[in-house]
């Protein structure tokens, strides 16, 4: 059962965990996105979107139902994350991989690339990369540039994707949509990490969506100590042998303090 600590009163303990790891798994999702201004996906919605939730646009069915509004949900995406920058949460992870002696293995269920910017390398986007595209139709990579759009406002109206110049299908973003299968090389290269690691570290994920949030399970039938940072309470809080109860911007960096 987990013990849930205060960002003001994390114990030595949590921290000497942390500073003795060798091979820590950091396993990472919208929540550590937030605190750089990226909605998470429990968020509300607003401007065109504002009658749909996350849920209802990431998928193919809605693709195909609206592809102009679900393009441009992705664009505008695409604008605000251009236009942030990674927040002290995403910088602790970068610092902490780059310290001697640590092999600090990242995946993230974000489609960011925040982690990147803050100097961190990254194992696997479990869901994919919102800046990679691709053919609806034939699966052709295309290559687009950045969407014109005010990331901090809605934009005006919805744009339908551009057309693949191979087959004349729609673009689509490069991301998994619910009902879509993970890519089978990232979830298994990062489960294996989680198998052979000494901590494994779960920041900002509600932990609902499958198969990701079964990720911490591997280290939890291998006695790997678990260490949680997230405000809220999770699916994922009881496996846990720490939960730190604050936003990762602000717990991570005292973490690393050891
Ligand atoms: C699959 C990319 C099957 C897109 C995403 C019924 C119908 C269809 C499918 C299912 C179903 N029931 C179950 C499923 C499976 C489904 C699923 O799990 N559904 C859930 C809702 C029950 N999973 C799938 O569909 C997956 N594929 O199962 O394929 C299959 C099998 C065989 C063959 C073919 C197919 C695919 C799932 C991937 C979906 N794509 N993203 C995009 O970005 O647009 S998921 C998306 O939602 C995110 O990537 C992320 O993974 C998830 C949101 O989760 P979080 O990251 O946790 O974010 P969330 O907003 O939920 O929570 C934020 C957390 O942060 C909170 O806890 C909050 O407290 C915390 N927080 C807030 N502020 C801070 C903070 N933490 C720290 N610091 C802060 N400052
Ligand atoms: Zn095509």
Redesign the pocket.
Known sequence: MSAAHPPDRIPDDVVQLVAQARRPVVLT????S??SGVP????VQTGLWERFS??D??SVEAFEADPALVWTW?RW?QSLIRAVEPNP?HIAIAEWQQLPGVGLTLST???DDLHERAGASVLAH???S?FAHRCFSCDEPVELPDADYDGFQSPPAAQPPPTCGACDGPVR?G????????PTEAFEQTAAAVRAADLVLV???????????SLPLLALERGTPLIE????E?ELSELMDHCVR????E?LPKLLRG
């Open positions: 999702g919208a929540g550590i937030a605190e998470t996906f429990r968020e996350a849920q646009l990431a992705y995406r949460g269920q974000n489609v479990l869901h994919g919102i973003p991301v998994v949509w619910f009902g879509e299968m993970l920041a900002g994920t509600s932990g609902i969506v499958q198969p990701a949030a940072v997230n405000p809220e999770t604050g936003p990762s911007g717990v």
